[in-house]
């Protein structure tokens, strides 16, 4: 896999080639947090290497711009992330607040257990 490092995080997968398309113009970095639902400062703080985008953001990413999904390993959200193929983008900003919400119980789930079991 290509990747180069800007900032402190290397840019790997679709947002190496979202970098390319905006260095020659062909996407606006304001289009590009309009499709995926996030704020123009977060598109350019990840095309950047300041920011890591999560694992979710990273799923829309390829299915809005053409790249193959990865696999999630939550199943629910692997589910969620393959009924937005097609979605207009209006529609894909109410779809990634559900992935977040689901990302965020499964993070308090572990930590919850972790605590069970000190």
Same mark, same amino acid.
């Given at each position: 896999?290509?990747?180069?490092?800007?900032?402190?995080?290397?840019?790997?997968?679709?947002?190496?080639?979202?970098?390319?398309?905006?260095?020659?113009?062909?996407?606006?970095?304001?289009?590009?947090?309009?499709?995926?639902?996030?704020? =123009?400062?977060? +598109?350019? $703080? #990840?095309? /950047?290497?300041?920011?890591?985008?999560?694992?979710?953001?990273?799923?829309? !990413?390829?299915?809005?711009?053409?790249?193959?999904?990865?696999?999630?390993? =939550?199943?629910? +959200?692997? $589910? #969620?992330? /393959?009924?937005?193929?097609?979605?207009?983008?209006?529609?894909?900003?109410? !779809?990634?607040?559900?992935?977040?919400?689901?990302?965020?119980?499964?993070?308090?789930?572990?930590?919850?257990?972790?605590?069970?079991?000190?």
């Amino acid at each position: 896999m290509t990747e180069f490092y800007q900032g402190e995080i290397a840019m790997t997968g679709i947002f190496y080639d979202i970098g390319k398309m905006v260095k020659r113009k062909e996407l606006k970095q304001k289009d590009i947090a309009e499709k995926l639902g996030i704020s =123009n400062t977060h +598109i350019s $703080a #990840i095309l /950047k290497g300041r920011c890591e985008p999560s694992k979710t953001l990273t799923m829309l !990413a390829e299915i809005v711009f053409g790249g193959k999904p990865t696999e999630h390993p =939550n199943k629910r +959200i692997e $589910a #969620i992330v /393959k009924t937005l193929e097609g979605m207009e983008p209006d529609t894909l900003q109410s !779809a990634l607040v559900c992935i977040e919400k689901e990302e965020r119980l499964e993070r308090l789930k572990k930590m919850e257990q972790g605590k069970h079991v000190a």
